[in-house]
């Protein structure tokens, strides 16, 4: 059943009105304009709680991948609940130390960390450098070097494991630009292993986003475990597993199943509680996607051939995922009413593309009427653009009764 809580436990209608937390959308719609999004403090502890206490025998540590959404309230409020992050850039990682991120919990990671970036991650001090290739690798052992700056790594292993999700966010195959396959890793770290200002110590894995399936994570976590311990029989150790993100949440209930968080935590606990390593997690989208959505006003309803378009004030600029992913948000109306009329849901862009939903039932919509966007908690507002001098939309997080 479509029932708004089943996108975010804090939504609900009051007398007619949708309310986020304990605020009116409407209310929330005046004061900050459309459109905005919108992100509920509770929503985002209680993933976090659930993630946590999942597991029983280990206690990861959790880095945010904060790529998912930078809004500087929610990263503080990941700082405020002692979590590390997972950047890929010198402006994430600058912005992570200044929302009080300790740096001995930041991991940085991407395909393409320029001179400059590594350079700044050096001299932080980070947690880890995750390493996608033997050339990164090279040119961090030269930094390291001349700043004398000794430096924790850990080797990005493309496990080359289809992660069954969208083609565009599959990450972990061998024709897929990321990481080292496995047949090399060994040679990697006798290469480098006379150069004392690097610390090889971990392995780290990523296979893509959005992943609904069990089956790929256990395909993937198997492979490097029997990876660790092959590399142990040759004496290479490793201390630390970095087993990455890639969590899928509910866009559409009638749709989407998603394994429990519970079965992914036994199966981490399964492959690697006896290996007595260090595991790290960089969960983004199951922390804070359901958390978000955004508020919209309809511009006006047009009478289109067969069906009625109904013109938004939000556009692929605020949410690019329908567009480029083809991603299904469910959308709802702030003003309560039955759903019966089937809409194109669209923004003003001169796009075709520019669609949030197609044939949606809605109830009866009017000029200046509100609705919301869900899940847009993760990859919203981080990949949102000036396309059009549009203007980026507000964002807000919302605590109880409280605006921060
Ligand atoms: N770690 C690494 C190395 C990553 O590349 C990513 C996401 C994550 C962690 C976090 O993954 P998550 O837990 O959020 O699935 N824009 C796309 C998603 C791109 C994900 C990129 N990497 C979307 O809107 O679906």
């Known amino acids: 059943m479509e029932k708004i809580s089943n996108y975010n436990k804090y939504l609900s209608y009051k007398s007619g009105r949708l309310k986020i937390e304990n605020i ?18 509770n929503q985002i502890k209680d993933n976090l709680y659930k993630l946590k206490n999942s597991f029983s025998k280990i206690k990861p540590l959790i880095c945010y991948a904060m790529k998912a959404n930078f809004n500087k309230g929610i990263v503080k409020l990941m700082s405020k609940n002692n979590l590390g992050v997972d ?24 395909v393409g960390k320029t001179d400059e970036e590594i350079n700044f991650a050096l001299k932080n001090n980070i947690k880890q450098i995750n390493v996608e290739s033997e050339e990164e690798l090279e040119e961090i052992g030269n930094q390291a070097k001349s700043l004398k700056r000794k430096i924790n790594i850990s080797l990005r292993v493309n496990p080359n494991v289809d992660a069954l999700t969208h083609d565009k966010i599959s990450t972990g195959r061998s024709e897929d630009k990321f990481g080292i396959s496995e047949e090399k890793v060994e040679k990697v770290f006798r290469y480098h292993k006379e150069n004392r200002y690097l610390n090889i110590n971990g ?9 609904c399936k069990i089956e790929p994570f256990r395909k993937a976590f198997k492979k490097i475990r029997n990876l660790v311990l092959s590399l142990k029989k040759k004496n290479i150790l490793i201390d630390s597993l970095d087993i990455g993100g890639g969590i899928g949440i509910i866009y559409d209930v009638n749709k989407d199943k998603i394994f429990k968080i519970s079965d992914y935590a036994i199966l981490v606990e399964e492959n690697f509680a006896d290996l007595g390593v260090e595991i790290i997690i960089e969960p983004g989208r ?3 996607g359901a958390s978000g959505i955004l508020i919209s006003k309809v511009i006006r309803v047009k009478k289109g051939e067969k069906k009625d ?3 938004v004030d939000a556009g692929m600029n605020n949410l690019l995922r329908p567009s480029l992913y083809n991603s299904k948000h469910s959308i709802f109306p702030v003003k309560a009413g039955d759903k019966k009329i089937e809409y194109d849901i669209v923004g003003p862009i001169c796009e075709t593309s520019d669609i949030f939903r197609k044939s949606y039932l809605l109830s009866k919509q009017e000029k200046n009427n509100l609705i919301i966007i869900c899940s847009v908690g993760a990859y919203g507002s981080s990949m949102s653009s000036d396309y059009n001098l549009r203007g980026l939309a507000n964002e807000i997080l919302v605590d109880g009764n409280k605006i921060l």
């Open 203 to 211: 392995l780290s894995i990523h296979i893509g986003s959005q992943i």
């Open 309 to 311: 378009f109904l013109i």
């Open 286 to 288: 199951f922390l804070v």
């Open 87 to 110: 950047v890929v850039s010198k402006g994430e990682l600058r912005e992570s130390l200044e929302c009080g991120i300790k740096n001995n919990k930041i991991v940085f990671s991407g």
């Open 24 to 41: 009116f959308l409407d209310d929330i719609a005046l004061k900050y304009g459309t459109p905005t999004f919108c992100y509920s403090v």
